[in-house]
Each structure stands twice: as structure tokens, then as C-alpha cells.
């Protein structure tokens, strides 16, 4: 206590218990600190802590062919808050998003599409003008081919099959893929620029499946995934993390396919120190699996 000097900031100092206790002159700490972020503008608050030090940091993972919705607002609040504070700390900061543009929501949408939205009369084209916003139609869309879905248990074998037209890359159904996808990124693309926001870089599930498909080989081959059923999966069961699906056992990819190369290809491409990913609390049981393997 002897050691502590009073000045015109500190006004008093007690111990109570365990305790220190400290009594500030309010008017002299805001004038204080006022007057330095007067002085420093804005780089108030700012340090070096992170310098030679690069991060990235993924939010805002959208789903095409889905609505854009509240939860993807609030992550992008996130994602930008936590990218704001590391370059404040001196951290090279990489932001990119990446954006689900393969799986099963794409070809339930695309089903309905077709069944619901396309006749020789009334192309589904003219019903989307109707309607438009594009990006929000496919979400509409997406709606009706799940509670279709949900009634008819034959459809769900056409849904796979369109699934694996779209990864074959060929077909009218990867060129209705191709058409659509461009609704949705268009969409995406004005929610950013209404919010200021940047990305210095953008994912896409499509040109990771290939390279995720020949990792989940060379991994199965390797038995660190086991096939169960038809589906190749991870038994992370003694970690107590349970099984991660990677192939259904239809042979369609499920999303670690995509995140697990291009989880390492953040670090062996872009050179980063540390990956931070901004995602819903839901996700954390996935992400703890996909690091374990």
C-alpha cells in the first residue's frame, strides 16, 4: 500500500480483505482519457502486439440457393468486430467468407424448381420476376421443395441423383446450378456493399470438392476414416466426439469433404499464423471433429 502513489488520478487506495481497492478522480480520468483520443484520433487504443503476425478470419458462410437470413447478419457483425480488433492489435488480418454452394439444399432447390416452377407455359423464370429478388425466390423455393420433401420419399432419390449431376460438372442440371448460383452471389453480394463490407478473399464449396474427395481417399486408404453402413466416416468416438459423416452411402459429399482441404490449405497457402472461424455456437461439436481429424 505504501509502495502505491496518489496523484491526480488515483485519489485513494484501501485494502478490504483479499481486496485492493482503488478510488478514481472521475473528472481528471476523463479528462485524461479524452484528451489522448483527441490527441491519437483513431488510432486510439491501437498496439503492435500482433505485428508480424497474420490471421484469418472466416464469417459470413452463406448458403446458396437459401435465404439470407438473420443469423447471417449477426455473424457478419461478429466476423467484422473480431477482424476490426486484431488489425488494432497489429495483426495482418486476412477476412473471407465462404459460401456453401454444393449439397443437399441446392438440389432439394433445384428439384422443386423444376417440378413446381418450370412448364412448357409459364417458364419459372417469369415467376422469379414476379417475385423479385432472386436470391430471396431460391430461398421460397428452397421452403416448398422441403415440405414437398417431407410428403414424397421417392423424390429424395432424384435429389441425389442431382447432387451427383452437379459434381460431374455436366448436364442440364449443373448448367440450372451455374444459372442460380449467380442469383444467389448476386444477392449476397448486396447485402455487403449496403453493409461496407469487404472480403479479401471468398471460398467456395464447389472448388474444394474434388480435393476433398481425393483427401477423403487417400485418408480412408490410409484407415483414418472407416467405411460404416455404405458411408465413409471418422470414428472419433474415443476422443468422445462421436462419428463425422464424410459420404453418405450414396457416394454424395457431405461438408467436410470441402472444409477439411481447404482447412489446410489456409495455412499452407496463405502462410498464417492462426485460423479463426465465426460460426454459431450449434457448430462447435462439427468443428471440434473436423480439427480432431
Not at 244 to 257: E, I, K
Amino acid at each position: 500500500m505504501s509502495k502505491i502513489k496518489i496523484n491526480n488520478i488515483i485519489s485513494t487506495t484501501k485494502a478490504i480483505g483479499p481486496y485492493l481497492n482503488f478510488t478514481f478522480n472521475k473528472a481528471n480520468l476523463a479528462r485524461e482519457v479524452i484528451g489522448e483520443i483527441l490527441k491519437i484520433k483513431d488510432n486510439y487504443g491501437t498496439n503492435k502486439s500482433g505485428r508480424n503476425k497474420k490471421v484469418m478470419v472466416e464469417y459470413s458462410n452463406a448458403n446458396t440457393h437459401k435465404e439470407y437470413h438473420v443469423g447471417h447478419l449477426r455473424n457478419i457483425c461478429f466476423g467484422n468486430a473480431v477482424a476490426k480488433i486484431l488489425r488494432a492489435n497489429g495483426y495482418k488480418v486476412i477476412s473471407v467468407s465462404y459460401i456453401n454452394d454444393l449439397g443437399i439444399h441446392v438440389a432439394k432447390t433445384l428439384w422443386a424448381l423444376e417440378k413446381f416452377y418450370k412448364s412448357p407455359h409459364t417458364p419459372f423464370i417469369k415467376g422469379v420476376e414476379k417475385e423479385g429478388s432472386k436470391g430471396y425466390f431460391l430461398g421460397k423455393v428452397y421452403l416448398r421443395a422441403c415440405q414437398e420433401l417431407a410428403k414424397d420419399e421417392l423424390a429424395k432419390g432424384a435429389v441425389s441423383l442431382i447432387m451427383k449431376k452437379i459434381a460431374s460438372r455436366q448436364g442440364a442440371e449443373y448448367k440450372l446450378w451455374q444459372k442460380t448460383r449467380t442469383w444467389s452471389m448476386a444477392g449476397f453480394a448486396k447485402i455487403y456493399q449496403e453493409l461496407g463490407i469487404k472480403f479479401d478473399r471468398t471460398f467456395y464449396e464447389s472448388e474444394y470438392l474434388e480435393p476433398g474427395l481425393d483427401l477423403v481417399a487417400k485418408l480412408y486408404k490410409e484407415r483414418f476414416l472407416t467405411k460404416s453402413d455404405g458411408a465413409i466416416i471418422a470414428d472419433l468416438d474415443k476422443f468422445n466426439l462421436g462419428v463425422l459423416l464424410f459420404l453418405r452411402s450414396d457416394g454424395t459429399a457431405l461438408y467436410p469433404v470441402a472444409d477439411l482441404p481447404l482447412a489446410r490449405d489456409k495455412f499452407k497457402k496463405y502462410k498464417i499464423d492462426k485460423s479463426i472461424y465465426v460460426v454459431d455456437i450449434r457448430q462447435t461439436l462439427y468443428f471440434k471433429q473436423l480439427f480432431k481429424v
